[in-house]
Nanobody, 122 residues
């Protein structure tokens, strides 16, 4: 079935930058929206950013002006460029694909990646 694999996480100092990638694999016909969510220990999961197949984006207020989401529709890949990172950005970042249509299968689906750790610390 469909799998999402995140990469690019790691340790970075405050004010630094990091770029996350997420590639979706499987018999995918199309993906309406892809996005990033994050969850810190002891906190609930929160939306970071989303992007539609047409390029429309939405960002959480906490990351506006610092993060940029983009996608490569041909490769079913979404990216998150994170600049001016703050310690409060520390979390596990999860990739999400919503409104996924599969080849030869009716309906739409949602999938989640395994997550990649981002730690912002000096």
């Amino acid at each position: 079935q469909v799998q999402l694999v995140e990469s690019g996480g790691g340790l970075v100092q405050p004010g630094g930058s990091l770029r996350l990638s997420c590639a979706a694999s499987g018999s995918i016909f199309s993906i309406n929206a892809m996005g990033w969510y994050r969850q810190a220990p002891g906190k609930q999961r929160e939306l970071v950013a989303t992007i539609t197949s047409g390029g429309s984006t939405n960002y959480a207020d906490s990351v506006k002006g610092r993060f940029t989401i983009s996608r490569d529709n041909a490769r079913n890949t979404v990216y998150l460029q994170m600049n001016s990172l703050k310690p409060e950005d520390t979390a596990v970042y999860y990739c999400n694909s919503n409104g996924v249509k599969l080849a030869a299968t009716p309906g739409v689906y949602r999938y989640w990646g395994q997550g990649t750790q981002v730690t912002v610390s000096s």
